[in-house]
Every structure is written in structure tokens, then in C-alpha cells.
């Protein structure tokens, strides 16, 4: 009896962990916490007959620990990299609306609720659509259960050489998040550069009045023009995220 609830003990642990970590499973307001558990339990459930057998490990030893801990590092790891791909979304919508002038309208990303420009929650919603489309969650749990075999339940775990790719893959945030913005930060640079010259040949000119929503309506317009061209890249930061999982779990 005990070997069998260890059987299912330490998955669940490294199960749930993921779900917590990985976007859309880990909103809070998206999925509330009952759900979550259910949801770790009935994958827990059908995912041990598939994987090897967990040899029995005490939880409250020192070993125990020191394998709880690994786990929670492993899923932590597996669902932090999908986060920073949607991570790169807000980046880029904050990039665009702070030189258009919607820096100041603000509401709670629902993926993980804080504080974000209106735009930023635009590109969440749109990439989180997107990765449910494309079946990206079933795919993440496919990786969960394939690194079972990959990397059983011991004390070891992720090696150092993964840790470091964790960390140099999260400069790929900041490359995402410009990418995706840059066409529209180009255009509305050049936008406020004409109006700066027309204040200038024009004193009398009030830019408040004139260049303030032109600039608003020029980067809905332009925003309009880029989505083809964002989603993409979107799509691209999440291959890539799932190709850096599948390297540091050895899948």
C-alpha cells in the first residue's frame, strides 16, 4: 500500500508543479486552485500505468526532500519557459503603447494578474487563444509524461548545464518583445518626428491637440497591419520554449 501511494506521490508532485508554473494552467484567474488540483490528480492518474515503475522513496527522509525538491525545480523549469514566451507578448504590447499614448490605460492581465497597459493584455489574450489552438497545453503535457522516462523520479535532476540554459533562454524575452513591437515603435517614432518638425515650422501649431490622437489613431492603424506578422513570432517564442524544454529533460 505504501510503495503503490509513493507510485503516485511523486509524480503528482512534479505534475502539479508544472500546472502551476505553466501559463494559462497557473492563472489564477483562469483556472481556480480546485480545478487545478483535480486536474493534477486525474493526469497523476492516468500517467503512472504509462511511465516506469517509481521505486519507494520516504518523503519525510532527507532523500525524500532533496527528490521533492528536484521535482519542484524540474516543473517549475518546464512551465517558467513557456511563461517568459508570453512574457515577451506584454513586453511587446507595452512597448507599443507607451509611445502611442495608452501607457496609462491599464487593467489586469488575466494570465498573471497584475497590472499591464490595455495593449499588453490585447497580445496575452491573442497568444493565449493561439497556444490552445494549436494544442500547445496537450503538448506540454505530452513533455510532462515523456520526461518521466527521460529523467526519473531521484535525487538527481536538472544539471547545471540546463540551469544555464534557463537563464540565457530568458534574454529571449526582451528579443521576442521587440521584435514583435518594433515595426510599430519605428512608424510612431517617425509619426512624432514629422509632428516635432511641424512645431517647429508652425509655433502656433498645438501638438497637444493635433498630434495626440493622430498618434493614437496611427498606432491602432499600424497595430491593425502588424497582427499577421505577430502571431508568428509568438509562435515561433513558443517552438522555441517547448525545443529548450525538450533539451534540459533530455526529450
Given at each position: 500500500?505504501?510503495?503503490?501511494?509513493?507510485?503516485?506521490?511523486?509524480?503528482?508532485?512534479?505534475?502539479?508543479?508544472?500546472?502551476?508554473?505553466?501559463?494559462?494552467?497557473?492563472?489564477?484567474?483562469?483556472?481556480?486552485?480546485?480545478?487545478?488540483?483535480?486536474?493534477?490528480?486525474?493526469?497523476?492518474?492516468?500517467?503512472?500505468?504509462?511511465?516506469?515503475?517509481?521505486?519507494?522513496?520516504?518523503?519525510?527522509?532527507?532523500?525524500?526532500?532533496?527528490?521533492?525538491?528536484?521535482?519542484?525545480?524540474?516543473?517549475?523549469?518546464?512551465?517558467?519557459?513557456?511563461?517568459?514566451?508570453?512574457?515577451?507578448?506584454?513586453?511587446?504590447?507595452?512597448?507599443?503603447?507607451?509611445?502611442?499614448?495608452?501607457?496609462?490605460?491599464?487593467m489586469v492581465d488575466p494570465v498573471n494578474?497584475?497590472?499591464?497597459?490595455?495593449?499588453?493584455?490585447?497580445?496575452?489574450?491573442?497568444?493565449?487563444?493561439?497556444?490552445?489552438?494549436?494544442?500547445?497545453?496537450?503538448?506540454?503535457?505530452?513533455?510532462?509524461?515523456?520526461?518521466?522516462?527521460?529523467?526519473?523520479?531521484?535525487?538527481?535532476?536538472?544539471?547545471?548545464?540546463?540551469?544555464?540554459?534557463?537563464?540565457?533562454?530568458?534574454?529571449?524575452?526582451?528579443?521576442?518583445?521587440?521584435?514583435?513591437?518594433?515595426?510599430?515603435?519605428?512608424?510612431?517614432?517617425?509619426?512624432?518626428?514629422?509632428?516635432?518638425?511641424?512645431?517647429?515650422?508652425?509655433?502656433?501649431?498645438?501638438?497637444?491637440?493635433?498630434?495626440?490622437?493622430?498618434?493614437?489613431?496611427a498606432g491602432f492603424l499600424v497595430i491593425?497591419?502588424?497582427?499577421?506578422?505577430?502571431?508568428?513570432?509568438?509562435?515561433?517564442?513558443?517552438?522555441?520554449?517547448?525545443?529548450?524544454?525538450?533539451?534540459?529533460?533530455?526529450?
Amino acid at each position: 500500500m505504501v510503495n503503490l501511494i509513493s507510485s503516485y506521490f511523486w509524480p503528482f508532485v512534479r505534475i502539479s508543479t508544472v500546472l502551476i508554473a505553466a501559463p494559462i494552467f497557473g492563472a489564477a484567474n483562469i483556472v481556480p486552485v480546485r480545478v487545478r488540483l483535480v486536474l493534477s490528480l486525474a493526469i497523476t492518474a492516468l500517467v503512472v500505468p504509462l511511465i516506469p515503475p517509481v521505486a519507494y522513496i520516504d518523503p519525510l527522509s532527507a532523500t525524500g526532500l532533496l527528490v521533492m525538491l528536484q521535482q519542484i525545480l524540474l516543473g517549475v523549469a518546464m512551465g517558467f519557459l513557456l511563461q517568459l514566451a508570453f512574457a515577451a507578448m506584454t513586453l511587446g504590447g507595452s512597448s507599443i503603447a507607451m509611445p502611442m499614448g495608452l501607457g496609462f490605460a491599464n487593467m489586469v492581465d488575466p494570465v498573471n494578474g497584475v497590472q499591464v497597459p490595455v495593449l499588453s493584455t490585447l497580445f496575452t489574450i491573442l497568444g493565449t487563444l493561439l497556444f490552445l489552438s494549436v494544442n500547445a497545453h496537450l503538448i506540454l503535457i505530452q513533455v510532462v509524461v515523456d520526461s518521466f522516462t527521460s529523467m526519473p523520479i531521484a535525487p538527481v535532476g536538472l544539471s547545471s548545464d540546463s540551469l544555464m540554459k534557463i537563464a540565457l533562454w530568458g534574454g529571449r524575452i526582451f528579443m521576442g518583445g521587440i521584435l514583435i513591437a518594433l515595426p510599430a515603435i519605428m512608424i510612431i517614432t517617425l509619426i512624432n518626428i514629422a509632428f516635432g518638425i511641424m512645431t517647429k515650422a508652425a509655433p502656433q501649431l498645438n501638438i497637444f491637440a493635433v498630434g495626440f490622437p493622430t498618434t493614437m489613431a496611427a498606432g491602432f492603424l499600424v497595430i491593425f497591419m502588424i497582427l499577421p506578422n505577430v502571431l508568428p513570432r509568438f509562435l515561433e517564442l513558443i517552438q522555441q520554449a517547448f525545443d529548450t524544454i525538450g533539451q534540459i529533460v533530455g526529450v
